[in-house]
């Protein structure tokens, strides 16, 4: 695969070289006046594309146009995930696990999944998956340094083959060393999407197939915080911090296949219309644990560490959890120029998450070797766009005997063209995630089989957008709230010994979340702020987020040569309050709930150059700058430190044939 992506790099450039399309100047102003769709020679009454016939397209439909500005907004982009990470914590290596800062970042479905969420973070879902259709080929090209040895790249291109048929392909890839002892990261995204509609849209398909794979070196965290802390000359280099584990690693993979397909029985488009639709998403996962030396050094005891207690083997623990899941819907909906969209549909999802082993553990419990379930829901859409407003509303209930209902309700109101307001209300009666209710491993303390109950979940949130300041809130409700949590005895503890069970909380959570942000400029200088507020009303420490977050990049702006190049440089500001930051454990692949180290009350500052020439953006960041001469005090979970300083360089390159 990685030779299929560097002959990729090397023969696209060259392809789209040797095109002689041509565009005029001034058909793309994004921040420079140079933009063009291609830099070849003009033709006489060659056909221009314009940037709003590229777009790209959400699984329900929404769409935006291809876009190469440089903005501090897109700058926030440049990382792995390709998405602004405020609210998220990052571990020391790129690729690792996020701790969660903004708990409404938490996605749910209310269908049991494989699980090991800290490990999804590199996953891409198959509603994050975007179609095309674009007037001429488009490509993209990302690249970024990593930590250490590697690189980070993504390579996209998609192209319409007829106004009705466009392909696209992309694959990302991830290879990050890390700074400390065993923890290199390797991860690929391969993702294919087809789009097919007929002239007259009476039929329209849209189809992806992903395969991705994500491999962690897993080091358990440092042993000794108070090394780290010393800030002593010894042990800036991370290597020389001792670490749990030295030779752990886990890897998670999945296949996808999705299309969603719809059919109009009327011929031709009219006030009133009536399709046919389905949709089917067939995917399995593979999770592994692997950890060849059992038992840990850890300075200070004369005996070796067990971190996650006594195991039925003494070395090569090899932990496996196959995933299949199946999914159909059918529907019939009926379109009204005046009324909107009404779609009713049935379901049908399977899955079977299972182990190779039947176990009997000491007190004579059974650890059965499989979770099957089949649930059958029914359910309605109500979609709803005039003038003003446009509303999406859904609502699932199961018709078998599990207890699953999904309510979802999204209203959006333009008061005019800079100012929009969005409210959302959703309640969702979610099953656990498999995980939580079957686990197997080689480790004896993490073998359980759970019948949890149902989570539920209500959640109540508005948002504004306007030129002045953009602000959203939202007040969640939570109960039998599901979580990890490390149950090891005062004298395990003591041990250094970890043992994580998931457990559910009988008590109700409720959880305020206000956000806000705002950019003020002062000629060519502007600051950008945003900021964060939560508040959670717990009985117990079960639900931990930061009351406080903040982000304030203060940055300078300008055209040089010209205006050839467009360039902007400055800082970004960022810090959370103290909070008992939920830990890591690699066995389960989770975040798990702690109370006994405070993580936070510490602030990085990153020094940036963005620049952009033509459709190619350049970023040179250094990060967290003020850990050269700051104390060590920074943590991104409780035994795994926050990232270094460390210089890195990306780019962004499109190509528009």
Known sequence: MRIFIFLYLLIIPTLLFSQEKTTSKGSLDM?????????????????????????????????????????????????HLRKDLFGLLEFPNIGQPLNILQYSLTSYSPYPEIGFTAKHYNYIQADEIRYYSVPTPLTELFFNTTINKGQNVDSFITLNTSKNLNFSIAYRGLRSEGDYINQLVSAGNFRFTTSYATTNRRYALNVHYTYQDNLNEENGGITTAEDFESGSADFKNRQRLQVYLTDA????????????????????????????????????KFFEYNQATVLSAVDGFTEPVKRFGESYVTSGINDQTHFERLYNRVGAAYENSLLGKFNFFVDDYRSNYKYNRILIDASGNVIPDNLFLQINNFGGQYEYQKNKWNGRFLYTRSITNQSLSDLDAKLRYDLNDKIQFDFRYRNINKLPNNNYNLYQSSYVEYNWSNNFKNEKINSLGASISTPWVNAEAQYTVLKDHLYFVDMATPAQAALRTQIVKPAQYGNVINYLEIK???EFKFGKFALDNTLLYQKVDQSELILNVPDFVTRNTFYYTNYFFKKALYAQGGVVFNYFTKYYGNSYNPVIGEFFVQNTKEIGNYATFDVFINARIRQTRFYLKAEHLNALFSSSNYYSAPDNPYRDFVIRFGLVWNFFQ
């Open 516 to 518: 806000a942000s705002r």
């Open 249 to 284: 690693k886990s890897f998670l993979k999945g296949r996808r296949l999705f299309f969603d397909h719809a059919f109009r029985i009327n011929p031709k488009d009219g006030n009133n219309n009536l399709y046919i639709n389905h949709q089917f998403n067939y995917e399995n």
């Open 31 to 79: 921040n420079t006046k140079y933009s063009s769709i291609t830099d070849t020679v003009k033709k006489k009454k060659a056909k221009i594309a314009k940037i709003e016939q590229y777009q790209i397209i959400s699984l329900e439909h929404d769409t935006i146009n291809a876009d190469t500005s440089l903005t501090i907004k897109s700058a926030y982009k440049q990382n």
